[in-house]
């Protein structure tokens, strides 16, 4: 029951920012969709390796994967169904936090919560990389295949 | 005579589908790209070379004995991913079609106005966003509501802050201060409960994803110069809204 409301306010949650950036109307839901799914794989894996880092990073990539998938299935760009996806995942409870670590003088507790904001920032980098080299990969080698 | 005519519409055809992917937030190697097939799909283009910054597109194509070069600088930044699927769609067209250069010139100038969403439906969902995004953080339903309805002040102002100036690390610093600020107020006055999660919700509609996912591509692909400095703005982004933030933390619950 708890994936399933995550999975729907991720979904709305989405559908929000996708509307937000002015993606064309027939994508909105496919986007929302990779959204949703990118954020209940963060969720779960969030919840087995106790680590929100990796879990940011196989979000990413399930973000990216599935944005891939529909950018060849819909002949779209694919940042239009990555982008809307990948927002809820970016960092904004870890600069809060950290911003408020910062005004206690807690200093300690700022640079790791800091730390690990940014090394979320950049596995959600490193998500988008390995997915769209993997797609890459993939049309290459069916290009070869077809030659 | 004809072809230096027909050349130079074309170059200035492909600079004007450049500038308007680039100028609303597509990754500098698909702008690029798209530049060098719309150029390349005509036969009398012998040699086409796009470079392209986030800052400006420089083009130089060859015809005949003959090169012309173009330099446009892009200046606003605003994101409208679906002017990207358009020119995207356009270009597949042009390739594909015989369409004439001046045909494609007004498309393109049509797409160039096109507004895919009225601006009330963008604040509104803005809204929706950050109001749900403080749900799936584990809120209560009117925690959420206050989110809500700051998120739409907060989008309101950065629309309106980018019109009068395009500085946007002044626009995110008061965007987001003035969403702490009524979060902070809506705590005061019994409207919601939890600050945290309303200011976690009201500044999700502020966060770089945009830069980030531009800067990873574009980086992906070895365009190193755009992605650090798609890389940069997104840090400075993220600096704004956190002093934005605990700017008026400060001032209301003292400390440092």
């Known amino acids: 029951?708890?994936?399933?409301?995550?999975?729907?306010?991720?979904?709305?949650?989405?559908?929000?920012?996708?509307?937000?950036?002015?993606?064309?109307?027939?994508?909105?839901?496919?986007?929302?969709?990779?959204?949703?799914?990118?954020?209940?794989?963060?969720?779960?894996?969030?919840?087995?390796?106790s680590s929100s880092i990796a879990g940011t990073l196989l979000a990413a990539i399930t973000v990216g994967l599935t944005g891939e998938f529909m950018a060849k299935r819909f002949k779209k760009p694919a940042t239009i169904f990555t982008i809307p996806g990948i927002i809820p995942l970016v960092p904004g409870a870890g600069m809060y936090y950290t911003a408020l670590a910062v005004i206690d003088k807690n200093f300690a507790n700022a640079a790791e919560l800091g730390t690990e904001a940014i090394f979320i920032a950049l596995a959600i980098a490193i998500g988008i990389i390995v997915s769209s080299s993997i797609s890459r990969a993939l049309t290459n080698l069916n290009l070869e295949k077809s030659k | 005579m004809e072809t230096k005519r027909e050349a130079k519409r074309?170059?200035?055809?492909?600079?004007?589908?450049?500038?308007?992917?680039?100028?609303?937030?597509?990754?500098?190697?698909?702008?690029?790209?798209?530049?060098?097939r719309i150029c390349n799909a005509r036969s009398f283009i012998t040699y086409s070379e796009p470079f392209v910054i986030p800052t400006g597109i420089l083009l130089a194509i060859g015809f005949d004995d003959n090169i012309?070069?173009?330099?446009?600088?892009?200046?606003?930044?605003?994101?409208?991913?679906?002017?990207?699927?358009?020119?995207n769609e356009f270009s597949r067209n042009f390739v594909n079609t015989e369409m004439t250069i001046d045909e494609g010139y007004r498309y393109?100038?049509?797409?160039?106005?096109?507004?895919?969403?009225?601006?009330?439906v963008n604040v509104l969902f803005g809204g929706f966003a950050g109001g749900f995004f403080s749900l799936l953080f584990g809120s209560s339903f009117i925690d959420s509501i206050c989110a809500f309805i700051i998120s739409m002040i907060v989008v309101k102002t950065n629309n309106i802050l980018d019109k009068v100036n395009n500085i946007f690390f002044i626009n995110n610093f008061i965007a987001a201060a003035l969403g702490t600020l009524l979060a902070i107020l809506s705590v005061k006055l019994g409207l919601g409960n939890n600050m945290d999660k309303i200011i976690i919700g009201l500044i999700m509609p502020l966060v770089p994803g945009v830069a980030i996912t531009n800067a990873a591509r574009d980086s992906m692909l070895g365009d190193f110069l755009a992605g650090m400095s798609r890389g940069l703005e997104a840090v400075i982004v993220a600096l704004s809204v956190a002093f934005g933030v605990g700017f008026m933390l400060i001032i209301f619950h003292g400390g440092m």
């Open chain 2, 68 to 87: 012309l070069t173009y330099i446009q600088r892009t200046k606003s930044k605003t994101i409208d991913l679906n002017k990207i699927t358009l020119v």
């Open chain 1, 1 to 49: 029951m708890h994936y399933i409301m995550q999975f729907i306010y991720s979904f709305l949650s989405t559908a929000g920012f996708a509307v937000f950036f002015n993606i064309p109307r027939d994508s909105v839901i496919k986007s929302s969709f990779c959204g949703a799914a990118g954020w209940v794989v963060y969720v779960i894996s969030n919840e087995f390796l």
């Open chain 2, 108 to 120: 393109l100038e049509v797409i160039d106005r096109k507004i895919a969403y009225p601006n009330f």
């Open chain 2, 10 to 36: 074309l170059l200035s055809m492909a600079i004007l589908a450049g500038k308007i992917m680039l100028e609303n937030g597509a990754e500098t190697y698909r702008v690029e790209d798209t530049i060098s």
